[in-house]
């Protein structure tokens, strides 16, 4: 019976160190500073010709504030404001948000787009950063006709 005793508690400190080492590493995931947050607003199916409207909300963990370009690509040839590339300066304290009208003819497929680029006279002073890797972002959409 001891020996059933010791297997049962060298695999309770074994799970108790598992834990400990996931939690550990979890704690140090959530220290890292994420250079953007997008969250996305499209409805997910529209009739035809009814014009629709994307919401795109982006913010940053960064300290620095950084000029975020952002735009919509399409499988479909597509008309109007949905061409339109915004640049706007983002810092941690201020979120942004963009928006997009188009018209729905047919079931598009569509991806929303921020890259993350050195531009001059878009944030106060010029003081803005580029992160050394991952400055484009994007998300895939498919807004389905009814």
């Not at 508690?9 to 834990?19: D, K």
């Not at 704690?27 to 409207?53: C, S």
């Not at 982006?58 to 949905?82: D, H, I, W």
């Amino acid at each position: 019976m001891q020996g059933l005793s010791f297997t049962f508690s060298a695999a309770t400190l074994f799970l108790v160190l598992c834990l400990q080492l996931g939690i550990i590493e979890s704690q140090d995931d959530e220290n890292v500073r994420k250079p953007l947050l997008m969250e996305l607003d499209v409805p997910r199916t529209a009739q035809q010709n009814e014009q629709i409207t994307v919401q795109l909300t982006v913010e940053t963990q960064y300290r620095e504030c950084m000029v975020v370009k952002a735009y919509l690509v399409s499988n479909e040839p597509m008309e109007g404001a949905f061409n339109y590339v915004q640049t706007r300066c983002l810092c941690n304290d201020h979120p942004i948000k963009f928006f997009w009208d188009m018209e729905i003819k047919k079931t598009v497929t569509f991806a929303t787009v921020i890259d993350i680029v050195q531009e001059k006279n878009i944030c106060p002073n010029d003081m803005a950063v580029v992160p050394i890797t991952g400055n484009r972002y994007y998300a895939y959409n498919i807004v389905r006709m009814t």
